[in-house]
């Protein structure tokens, strides 16, 4: 392996530049949920592959798909080293609502020394140092692994397009492990590696009463007002305990074992900070576990979004003839998606009074995972950390989900390594995402050093 050790002046004396490219990419609203966007999305797409080109990264491609292209590229330095493949996504989520954002969120704006824009933390500003990272292993001449770049536009509406190509391009796409920075990690004082991400499962329901929207004083408390029984319906889905009550919704869950619940607990978490930062009195989850459990290990069930009736100013009186609502569980292991899928219309259609119709459909699902933590990888990772950060890094379990992770360890046989950057105050799909300018040039350094050990440690 060649000596790596002059990265850092490389590092220093482009470091600028490294920030310029980013607020670039930053600048194009690549919105993959939002039609409006197309041309964008190919745009953000273009900008990823003149970047790898520069880079130095060989054979990038354009992968079109029927909706937002795959950038594909990679250099193979010598076949017997090992291989990286990097995933990342460079889509965003919507911006709305527009009002809410200090700054305008496709103009990045550093305050706090914190870059502000959507898609800051996720994914672009992350997978972005990947692309850095390689750049300055490349021009130092020192690229101690082969490696792939997979970096896609439809990540924040499930990567539909992504499975059929991972599936179609298995032979290409080979490597000794995935890495993935689109995660977040406890605090730059606990620097931590996800371990574990939630699977996902996202429904919508539409509850139709009388044929038409009916006045609410002639009507009301004669026949069921759709919004009255969803809001019931709703309600009904978790017990005074928080418990889902979805027949057979637990059935698949892995129970942790004592002394994995004791390690989860040893992470820091402060319960009082965590409250203060929401602005909210308590919190509040399924009785018998803590914050920490309720996010990382048990599965849950939320409202997104919820709707029907007269929502203009003033008030209407009327009772509406719909209702709607769009629901998600977050899943953990062994739970399908497909199967919660069905336990959920099963029983949300058996809660409905006769008097309303109900239709409940599926949106994106997406499968639970839990990596490795005794990998030579794994250790690869807690040494970068350990000679980046000075500390060992501490594996969570993420309540976010990243469908094709899962796909990845059953398509290509192939561990990830969730080596996120991010902090739970960069607010990602909210607005006023942001990004920490030295978590961007600490996680390139980071990624470097993973390269590093990962070469060493393969080749024991
Ligand atoms: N990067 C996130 C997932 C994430 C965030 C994992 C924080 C762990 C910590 C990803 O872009 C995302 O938003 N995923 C979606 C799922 C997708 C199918 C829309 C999610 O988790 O809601
Ligand atoms: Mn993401
Ligand atoms: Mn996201």
Redesign the pocket.
């Known amino acids: 392996m060649s000596n790596i050790s002059n990265y850092k002046d490389y590092l220093n004396s482009h470091k600028v530049r490294f920030l310029d490219e980013l607020f670039e990419l930053l600048r194009i609203p690549s919105v993959s949920a939002d039609s409006k966007y197309k041309q964008d999305v190919q745009r953000a797409a273009d900008f990823v592959k003149s970047k790898l080109e520069a880079a130095g990264v060989e054979k990038v491609e354009i992968c079109e798909t029927q909706k937002h292209p795959i950038v594909y590229g990679e250099k193979v330095v010598d076949t017997s080293l090992p291989t990286i493949l990097v995933y990342g ?1 460079y889509d965003v ?1 919507p911006a709305d609502p527009l009002e809410l954002w200090e700054s305008p969120p496709f103009e990045p704006t550093i305050r706090d020394n914190r870059i502000h824009a959507r898609g800051s933390c ?2 672009k500003g992350q997978f972005y140092m990947h692309v850095k990272a390689f750049e300055t292993l490349n021009a130092c001449g020192s690229l101690p692994c082969n490696v792939k770049f997979m970096i896609e536009g439809e ?5 539909a397009n992504l499975a059929s190509f991972v599936k179609e391009n298995a032979d290409k796409l080979a490597s000794d492990i995935i890495l993935i920075s ?3 990690m406890i605090s730059m004082e606990h620097p931590s590696i ?1 371990a574990g ?1 939630k699977g ?1 499962c996202y429904m919508e329901v539409e509850v139709t009463g009388p044929k038409r929207d009916l006045h609410s004083g002639t009507y009301g408390g004669a026949v069921a007002n759709p919004v009255n029984v969803l809001c019931d319906i709703i309600a009904r889905l978790k017990d005074e305990h928080q418990r889902i009550t979805i027949p057979g919704f637990y059935d698949k869950v892995v129970e942790l074992s004592e002394d994995e619940r004791k390690k989860i607990a040893e992470a820091p978490f402060n319960l009082e900070k965590y409250k203060e930062a929401l602005d909210v009195e308590d919190v509040m989850g399924e009785a018998g576990y803590s914050t920490v459990e309720r996010t990382g290990i048990r599965p849950t069930l939320d409202v997104n979004g919820i709707w029907g009736g007269y929502i203009g100013e003033g008030a209407k009186t009327v009772l509406p003839s719909k209702a709607y609502a769009k629901i998600s569980m977050r899943l953990v292991p062994d739970q399908s998606s497909k199967e919660i899928e069905k336990l959920f219309t099963d029983y949300f259609i058996s809660l409905a009074p006769k008097g309303v119709k109900v239709k409940v459909s599926p949106h ?1 699902g ?1 499968e639970p995972v839990v990596t490795p933590i005794d990998s030579l990888a794994f250790k690869a990772a807690e040494e970068a950390f350990l000679e980046g950060w000075g500390k060992k890094p501490i594996p969570t379990r ?6 094709i992770v899962a796909l990845f360890d059953k398509v290509l046989k192939t561990k990830s390594i969730l080596m ?1 950057f ?1 902090l739970d105050k960069d607010a ?2 909210s607005p006023n995402e942001s990004y920490g300018i030295d978590n961007f040039y600490k996680g390139i350094e980071t990624i470097i050093l993973f390269h590093k050990h990962f070469a060493r440690i393969m080749k024991k």
Do not use: V, Y
Not at 155 to 159: F, L, Y
Not at 398 to 403: C, L
């Open positions: 996504h989520q996720d994914d990540e924040e509406i499930g990567s689109d995660t977040s996800t991400l996902l994106h997406g993420d309540g976010g989900s990243i469908p996120g991010g990602i799909h």
